[in-house]
DNA sequence: GCAGTTCTTGACCGCCCGGTCAAGTGACCG
DNA sequence: CGGTCACTTGACCGGGCGGTCAAGAACTGC
């Protein structure tokens, strides 16, 4: 499977074969068909873990926190950390997103995530933090393409170090959310 | 070319055929090797129209106002009317995001347009309203990734207007770069 | 050492892909 | 009217694809 992903990462999805796959792994195709039904389905596989390995790391990140808004700030340093460690994994979710086979089993991991980050709005809300006529829910998405593109173009792009573009999403994205005007 | 672009968004690059392009338009396969080189030139071809359309649209949108902040605003306001009209176009420019054989002409163009955010930051920074310590670079890829994943979400995904969801792109990227915090 | 099961092999299958090209077709020009 | 040439056709090509499967190999429990 870390095999699969560097390919699919590299080359992208269709033009990656089971062949090259199996060839470069050095073992026959029928390994390939005992362990997986089919190319779709290792992609999918390799998608899901990836979905659950993130969000652990991020609920590991805001285990010990309180404060709704540190746990947000929190969860995009980890997830700008995570993305750091798995650049092939994160262009998969990214090309996933333009495939209609994929979207769905994409954004049933992404609502999740999402959904963390809505509760946390909403209790900053109730805090008097945020202006209480904010969308959470937009909020929240705003503050994953901030964090999604940074990375794709600080991180991925010009190789820059996660913490101190991780410094800049927090900030921007907190004032963002908590910001006056 | 409007053909393939919908063929192209709807199932993805590689999934489509050129004889599915062809017989969907009732002609032979000659004709489109008589007009393009390869299937891949198709996509650039339409990348690159795509693109200069949309900076077309963004130039005609602030053309009219000097002061920088506002023309960011504008600019924003025209980039996701643009995306609401050309659902299409936008798929195709995030799935070449992906792709190593079309980032090179995504960025050429991605360049250009980020290139005039930055120099709006700059000019805002130079009149003193935004902070001089702020990176024009990363705020406006910041707001280039708001922009991105709000349209996504809530224009393509939830079918929502783009006249709403331009109203919060451009708050939440205005408290971003000017806020205080 | 046998039987049964779990894995592994790679030749093979049918299919369809991107791309070619010989053979037109018909508009225009002298 | 004949010749030219811009355009169009679709059968065809080599190749590589995702996926299958008969034939083992390697391990298990007995």
Redesign the interface.
């Known amino acids: 499977m870390a095999f699969g992903t560097s390919r699919f990462a590299?080359?992208?999805y269709?033009?990656t074969s089971v062949s090259e796959i199996v060839t470069g792994l050095g073992v026959g195709k029928g390994v390939f068909y005992w362990y997986f039904d089919s190319k779709e389905q290792l992609f999918l596989e390799i998608l899901r873990d990836a979905q659950t390995d993130l969000r652990r790391r991020q609920q590991q990140a805001i285990a010990e926190e309180d404060d709704p808004i540190r746990r947000i700030e929190l969860g995009l340093r980890a997830s700008l950390a995570w993305a750091e460690e798995h650049r092939d994994h994160n262009?998969l979710i990214?090309?996933a997103?333009?495939?209609?086979t994929f979207v769905g089993a994409l954004?049933r991991g992404q609502d999740i995530a999402v959904a963390d980050v809505v509760r946390h709005v909403k209790e900053a809300i109730a805090q008097g933090r945020i202006r209480d006529d904010a969308?959470p829910d937009?909020?929240a998405?705003?503050m994953?393409?901030?964090?999604?593109?940074?990375t794709?173009?600080?991180i991925y792009e010009r190789g820059e170090a996660a913490g101190g573009v991780a410094d800049?999403?927090v900030a921007?994205?907190?004032?963002?959310?908590?910001?006056?005007?």
């Not at 921007?172 to 005007?181: H, Q, T, V």
């Open positions: 590299e080359q992208g269709h033009p262009r990214q090309f997103a333009t495939e209609a954004r969308d937009l909020l998405h705003a994953v393409g901030v964090a999604g593109h940074l794709r173009t600080f800049s999403v921007f994205c907190l004032r963002g959310i908590l910001g006056d005007p």
